[in-house]
Nanobody, 116 residues
Framework: QVQLVESGGGLVQPGGSLRLSCVASGITFSMYTMGWYRQAPGNQRELVATISRGGTTNYADSVKGRFTISRDNAKNTAYLQMNSLKPEDTAVYYC??????????WGQGTLVTVSS
């Protein structure tokens, strides 16, 4: 059974930091591109960052320089380090695993709220 389980969300003040984790099971993790997406109330889900099997990263312009995506294949885990958080970063953050010719997999999401 394939599972992606996100954790690390919560309430943080503007300017603060959070680290999200996504633990995968039931897939050959090292063969997947991992991505973080987010969806704010009333908005469509949007890309935040991705990291390829080889470690190539890609970021949305809105988070460049503030967020860092990484992966640990030995732990089947992807991370999203979020610094200098802004109220507009408030959203549910989802992890996605993607591999050509295989179904894409999503986690259940973790809520990040940036507020004073």
């Amino acid at each position: 059974q394939v599972q992606l389980v996100e954790s690390g969300g919560g309430l943080v003040q503007p300017g603060g930091s959070l680290r999200l984790s996504c633990v995968a099971s039931g897939i050959t993790f090292s063969m997947y591109t991992m991505g973080w997406y987010r969806q704010a109330p009333g908005n469509q889900r949007e890309l935040v960052a991705t990291i390829s099997r080889g470690g190539t990263t890609n970021y949305a312009d809105s988070v460049k320089g503030r967020f860092t995506i990484s992966r640990d294949n030995a732990k089947n885990t992807a991370y999203l380090q979020m610094n200098s958080l802004k109220p507009e970063d408030t959203a549910v953050y989802y992890c996605k695993a993607n591999r050509a010719s295989y179904p894409e997999r999503w986690g259940q999401g973790t809520l990040v709220t940036v507020s004073s």
